[in-house]
Nanobody, 119 residues
Framework: QVQLVESGGGLVQPGGSLSLSCTAS????????MGWYRQAPGKQRELVAS??????????DSVKGRFTISTISRDNAKKTVYLQMNSLKPEDTAVYYC??????????WGQGTQVTVSS
């Protein structure tokens, strides 16, 4: 089992920045990839960014050049994934969900955190 706890999010003006973090605990050695998805009202959940065990990253076209994903492992008990979001736009407004996939393709989700970009 993997547990995910998110932090960050909030309200920011267009052009501003926010940082999200998600800490995984439990069987972190089983994690193949971590990432962030988002879901805006009335829309499907979509991948924002992901990073694999081999540090390979993937970004949605809409966030390339503005968002950066990274991970840090502190000891063998926790692993944290960060999403640095710059030059935020109103269309980035959504609930952002942390995601982890294991080598056995089990999926785990965080509780979600609201990001609102508005003046």
């Amino acid at each position: 089992q993997v547990q995910l706890v998110e932090s960050g999010g909030g309200l920011v003006q267009p052009g501003g920045s926010l940082s999200l973090s998600c800490t995984a605990s439990g069987r972190i050695s089983s994690i193949y990839a971590m990432g962030w998805y988002r879901q805006a009202p009335g829309k499907q959940r979509e991948l924002v960014a992901s990073i694999t065990f081999y540090d390979s990253t993937d970004y949605a076209d809409s966030v390339k050049g503005r968002f950066t994903i990274s991970t840090i492992s502190r000891d063998n008990a926790k692993k944290t994934v960060y999403l640095q979001m710059n030059s935020l736009k109103p269309e980035d407004t959504a609930v952002y969900y942390c995601h982890a996939r294991t080598f056995l393709t089990d999926d785990y989700w965080g509780q979600g955190t609201q990001v609102t970009v508005s003046s």
